[in-house]
Structures are given as C-alpha cells and as structure tokens.
C-alpha cells in the first residue's frame, strides 16, 4: 500500500510459456473487481497500481486469486496499513481459491466452477461428517502412510501451526494430534506447505503406493533376520562388543519417502561407508582432473589392504584403504589448506550432516584411539604411498593419517545414512532439505566407482547379482543407491569371510528379486517382477489396452507379438470385454481365427451386460464372423477341439447365461434402445459400429 493506494505484487516462480498473455483477476466474494493482463515479459515479479479497487473494498481484504506455481497475497486497504509490522507480508494468503494465470481465450465461468482448492478436498476427505471437524491425528496418519514423516523439514511450517493453534485454544495438556479443527483453521495451518502434501496424496511421489512397497520390504527384512552367518569385526574391541543380533533397514526415497524397521536409530562408526563420501567431497571441491592424478579409478583385483599400487603407481582407487588415505590427504592439504586438523573435521563434519539433511551424525572418541592403535597396516600404505611419492607437496602424513581415522569413525545410524543414499540417488540434492550438495558428474563419477569397487572382494559378484552401486564397512553397515529412485541403508555387525554383512547382502539379492531394480533388469518386458515405481495398476492397465487396442484395429501382428512375449491375452478390461469381443464387434476375421486357434481363449466370455463376442457380432452386422464363431461353438459343443483359454470367471457364465434372458436384461439407455429397436426392423443392414 502506498499513499492510499493498493498496490498488488505478483510473483512469479514459473514464466508465462508460449508468448501469450494471461489475466489476473482480482476477486471481491463472487464477484472480479478489476481485471488485467500481463505478459511473458513479467518473468519475476509485477506490480500493477489500482487505485480504483479501494474505493469497492475500501475497508476490507481483497484477495488476488491465482493457482499453481505463483504466490498469492491478500491485501489490506491504507487504513489497515499502519497496524502491520514493515518488512513483513501483511497476510500471506490461505484462501481456498482455486488459482492460477488463466489465458484470455478461457471464459471464467468455465474456471470458476473450480471452486475447490487441495485444503478444501483434504478437509472433506478426512472431516467428521457429523461435527463438521477435521481430526487432526487422522490426518497426520494418513499423511504418514505416503512416506512422510511428521519431523520432516518441508512440513516444519505445519507442524509448527498445529503446536500454535493447539496453545491458543487454551487447553492444557495433550499434543497438537490429538485436536479437531474445523475448515478455515484447516487452511491456515496446511497453506504453507500444501504443494508437497497434496504430491503425497495425490500418490505423485517416485513410489506412489508407498505403503504396499514398505510391505514387501518387511517381508523381506524378517526373511533376512534368521540368518546367523557372519562374525562380528574384532580388530579393535569397541566393533568386537557389538551385538551381534542388531539388524535394521532405513529407506529414503528421491522424494523423501522414509522407512524404517529394525534397530535403526542405534549409532554405529561409518568405517569403509565414509570413503564414497570423502571422495564425493573431494571431486566437489578439486575436481575429477585434479583427484585422479593421484588416484586411480580400476578395481584392484586384491585385498582392500594390500600394499600394492597401479602401473601408475597410484592406489587402484579410492574405495580401498590406500585410495581413501589419499583422498584424505587431498581434502587436508589441498582444500582449504589454511584450516588447522580440529577445523578441518569440523568443516568435514559439517558436510557429511549438509549430505545427510541434519540428521544426526556424531563422533566416537574412543574408536578413533582403537583406529590409531592398532593400525599398522594403514601405517604401512601411508609410507609406502609416501615412498613412491604419491601424495601432493606439503602433506603432513601424521595428519593425514588421523584425519583419516577421525572420516573413519564419524557416528550415525540408519535414517541418517539412508538419508545420504537418498542424495546420491537424487543427483546431489538432499531430498528432505533440497539443498544442491554435490554437483550431478560428481554423483556420477562415485556411483560408477561403487558399483565396481565398493564391495572389497564380492564386488564383481555383487555387482552381477544385484546391478546396483553399494559400500560396504567393516562396523557392518552397508550404503545401496538405486539411481533416480531411493537409497537404502542396511546394518547388521556381522560379517562374511570378506567383510560384507551377511544379512546385507542377502537383503539386496532378495530385493532385486522381487523388484527389478538391478541396473539391467527389463523395465517393460519383466513380468515376475515387481516395479514400485509404477501406480498398481499402471503396467497391468497398459498391456490390456495395448492388447485390446490392437484387437480393435484388427493388428494380427500385434497380437502374435503379445503372444510370443508370453502375456495372458485371455485379459479382459474393467467391463469384461475381451480381445475377441473387440475383435468380433470390429469384424476381423483374421484376429479372431487367430485368437481361437493360436491365442486358445476362451470362444464365449460374457461381458458385464452378458455379451458374448457372438452378439458383438451379430450386433454390428458381420456375418463372416458369425458364421465363423457358430461353427467354432459348435465344434467345441461336438468335442471335435477342447474349449480354449482359461475359464477366468470360474463357472460363471452358466449362470449369467441362464441369468440374463431377453426380458431380464440390463437396462439400457434411450440410445442403447433406439439402436435395438432399429435392429429388430432392419436385420439385414449393419448397424454403424
């Protein structure tokens, strides 16, 4: 408001495509105050001075109505002005109006029968029809079902609503969940983070049944949990005390979906699992160019503590201990070299809780001493790397070394490591915070190195058996990213012969037979497995379209291809219908001879209204067809060739046949018995299909 005029600011997060010009209408009840357009040129912000609309509301709000991907604001006459804080928007908007730039050529009743907003239709989805309110328990969840945890930062500014509204209502005791509220306090308290809450909802996240995957999940974590294979790691006593029984499973996905079952908020030491992360951090602030003059990027072929290097004389790469001390000794002398050791594990530290999206990460003092203690052989590849000169000028090999053990045994658990997967698998950016940690050719370079060096000696096999990239480390632990999709985190104390988790590994082999997220698995074509990122019923709904699709458009080639890739071409849709049906009702000969006599489906399903494809074509006048399928039904009834398919309604059209007779049928619409009774006068001319 300036001088006694409103001033209305819109902001645009998304520019007006297309070179058109859009309209704001700005909305008093149900009625447009003023209207005006803009155009592409507006990319930021405008601002538009209507002196005209405070003489209609010269002593109410007016909001400026709008929808997806702008800001919206209610603004106050002058008079309101002087009691509003400076600085701060007078009332950020939580209207229930549908909003958004509309195109000219739109009439506005059309839009403006789109009076419900997401607050609105998630307050009827989940109101008390009786009293009107909404539980808020219920909501939170339902919520939480769609992956979403209450303590997530992208629903702070709710959660922070509930625990405002809760005290000002003036009951003492109790917890924000346990209030009802009615629709306008609904709106208040959800507006500020409604785009992520309607995604949830609307199942627009990467896993869109969510609670259907976090079941198969626990199958699978409880078919883990029995197996007693392994030895607990017992170099140093603090990794030998461990209980060998811990066993949990976080999950992230890319959206920020999270799950958990087992001992996953029980602290570990990172061990092996910090050098894809210290490496990750070294190509962020050096560069591939400069990391990889001192390191190499080919598996070993040898133990991960062998004193060996490469034909180049450089450590093999940095999944193995020789590679991780030199990326260590990168990160200390080269970045940031003024920083002293105590600010460089600060700064470090720092960077693996930007990763993990402020979960908790901690340090254990006493691994660390037991680290230093008994290393010898870290010892051994430090100086055997310093005699052959690998490290850059000006390396302090003490240094380096306890910044080594300090990355080593960093603590954290499940959740928060999960949360690390997640990033890599989101390109870099974590996906509770969505903070740009690393930049996309650095997850790159390190989910290549781990998927051919980040399982010590099983890495080849891990790597054919389930395809994905993953860290191993010795405290148990083990980092699985599943690109573009999630990241999973698994941790069990003991270990195998070559210092993977038992239970780790068997966890990935069964997931990646249960869901085809090995790297190769065929995304179209693998039947017996299961894509969680599809909705339920996507990939089943798109091969019966496809299939009655090219029954319909009489593409016999289509239907062998079906065929010959193993599909159930006796599937039928939502209504019964069959491929024959479509293709009797279409009158192609050709695919319905091949349906009976190649496909061996079934010759008379009967569809919802008990159509067989015997009447779709005699209704439509192709007598070939009729002809050819009473010859068909009555070499089925002589025994001359058994009945095809699979009987898929089990025994049930006996009785719908004796069922549904002439005088019992469905009824039908005034369409449906115009076209009827034209049949019965002129049974000699087809129908028009």
Known sequence: VLRGRTVFKIECVRPIMNNKFARVFIKHSNSIAVSFPISRSCRISSYSTLPNVTKVLRQQKITCADVNYWKYYSYHS??????????????????????????????????????????????????????????????????RTTG?????????????????????????????????????TFRSVVAPNIVLIARAFRHQFIIPDFQGFTKDLEEVYWKCKSNDDGKVASYIPQLARMNPDFWGVSVCTIDGQRFSIGDTNVPFTL??????????????????????????????????????????????????????????????????PEMTLAEKFDYMTTYFKRLAGGESLGFNNAVFLSEREAADRNYALGFYMREHKCYPDKTNLRECMDFYFQCCSMEANCDAMAVVAATL?????????????????????????????????????????VGLPAKSGVCGGMLVVIPNVMGIFTWSPPLDPLGNSCRGVQFCEELVNVF?????????????????????????????????????????????????????????????????????????????????????????????????????????????????????????????????????????????QQEIKPSQEPPRSEQEQRRYQTLEHEETSPLPK
């Open 425 to 465: 698998a989101n390109g870099g950016i974590c996906p509770i915070t969505d903070e740009k940690v690393l930049r996309p050719d650095v997850v790159r370079d390190v989910l290549s190195l781990m998927h051919s060096c980040g399982m010590y000696d099983y890495s080849g096999q891990f790597a054919f058996k």
């Open 148 to 184: 979403i945890r209450r303590n997530d930062p992208r629903i702070g500014e709710m959660m922070e609503n509930l625990a405002v509204v809760h005290r000002n209502s003036g009951f003492e005791g109790g917890s924000p969940e346990t209030q009802k509220m009615d629709r306008e």
């Open 78 to 143: 002058a008079a309101q002005v002087r009691k509003a804080s400076r600085g701060q928007p007078l009332f950020q908007l939580k209207s229930s109006e549908r909003a958004a730039f509309y195109d000219l050529d739109t009439p506005y009743s059309a839009r403006d029968q789109e009076t419900k907003s997401a607050e609105d239709v998630l307050f009827d989805m989940f109101r008390n029809e009786e009293t009107d309110l909404l539980p808020i328990g219920k909501f939170l969840a339902a919520l």
């Open 271 to 336: 061990q092996s699992c910090s050098k894809p992360l210290t490496y990750a951090i070294a190509l962020e602030k050096l560069g591939q160019a400069t990391v990889h003059q001192y390191v190499g990027q080919e598996p070993s072929g040898r133990n991960f503590n062998e004193l060996v290097l490469d034909y180049n004389k450089r450590p093999h790469n940095p999944m193995i201990n020789a590679g991780a001390i030199l990326v260590c000794s990168l990160l200390k002398t080269l970045v940031k």
């Open 516 to 656: 085809n997220f090995h790297r190769y698995d065929n995304l179209k074509h693998a039947s017996n497995k299961k894509d969680p990122r599809r909705h339920r019923y996507e990939t089943k709904g798109l091969s019966i379209v496809n299939l009655l699709f090219s029954a319909a458009s009489g593409d016999v080639t289509a239907l062998r291809r079906h065929k010959l890739s193993g599909m159930d071409i006796t599937l039928s849709d939502y209504d019964g219908r069959t491929a024959l049906h479509l293709a009797a009702a279409e009158g192609h000969l050709d695919c319905v001879a091949f349906l009976l006599e190649q496909g061996r489906v079934p010759h008379d399903p009967h569809d919802r209204w008990g159509n067989a494809p015997l009447d779709e074509a005699e209704t439509f006048g192709h007598h070939h067809v009729v002809e050819f399928l009473r010859a068909w039904d009555e070499r089925v009834r002589s025994g001359e060739i058994p009945r095809g398919g699979v009987e898929t309604i089990e025994q049930q059209p006996e009785i719908e």
